[in-house]
Nanobody, 123 residues
Framework: QVQLVESGGGLVQAGGSLRLSCAAS????????MGWFRQAPGKEREFVAG????????YYAGSVKGRFTISRDNAKNTVYLQMNSLKPEDTAVYYC????????????????WGQGTQVTVSS
């Protein structure tokens, strides 16, 4: 079994920044790809970013490329999502996931999920 706990969400003005963290336990973190997804009210969950097990390859949704950066620290069993130049349309619950492959954007391709952290961007 694996546990994922997200943190770092909150309320920020448009143009601001937030850094999300996801702490993993119960599984060999360093051997697994990690992903970030988000879900806005009334919308389906969508892929945001993915990173391979060693951190050498990253993948981004077109809507966040150039603004968001995914990274990981295997010594701390933690994956991060640095979000800059935030826009109101980035408002959503953000989830981290594992048990999938970093380049697979479909949520059904991932096995384990955290509980999510709310990000709200005001205009």
């Amino acid at each position: 079994q694996v546990q994922l706990v997200e943190s770092g969400g909150g309320l920020v003005q448009a143009g601001g920044s937030l850094r999300l963290s996801c702490a993993a336990s119960g599984r060999t973190f360093g051997n697994n790809d990690m992903g970030w997804f988000r879900q806005a009210p009334g919308k389906e969950r969508e892929f945001v970013a993915g990173i391979n097990w060693i951190g050498s390859s990253t993948y981004y949704a077109g809507s966040v490329k150039g603004r968001f950066t995914i990274s990981r620290d295997n010594a701390k069993n933690t994956v991060y999502l640095q979000m800059n130049s935030l826009k109101p349309e980035d408002t959503a619950v953000y989830y981290c996931a594992t048990g999938g492959l970093a380049y697979i954007p479909a949520p059904k391709g991932w096995d384990y999920w955290g509980q999510g952290t709310q990000v709200t961007v005001s205009s």
